[in-house]
């Protein structure tokens, strides 16, 4: 399964050792959108390509009769 990371902050290194000193939390952006509806469209349609994504491969694996998971799933 494939998870996304829309809603989360991801600081590069230098925002991230800031953030040590960042006693305010003034540094905390996350990925914002203009409305409220724009913000449900974009997560919905995230979760739907998610969905879509699984049923490929629960497909593929019935069909091909092996195991199609993603590379950074596999060990």
């Known amino acids: 399964m494939s998870e996304t990371t ?12 800031a953030r040590v ?3 305010g939390n003034t540094l905390n952006v ?3 959108s ?5 913000a449900d469209a974009k997560a919905l349609a995230s979760d739907w ?3 879509a994504q ?9 069909v091909m ?3 199609v ?3 950074s799933e596999q060990e």
């Open 6 to 17: 829309f809603l989360f902050a991801r600081p590069s290194f230098w925002e991230g050792m």
């Open 21 to 23: 000193l960042d006693f």
């Open 30 to 32: 996350y990925n914002e």
């Open 34 to 38: 203009s409305t409220e509806w724009e």
């Open 49 to 51: 390509n998610v969905i």
């Open 54 to 62: 699984d049923y490929k491969n629960s497909f593929d694996e019935a």
């Open 65 to 67: 009769g092996q195991d």
């Open 69 to 71: 998971a993603q590379p």
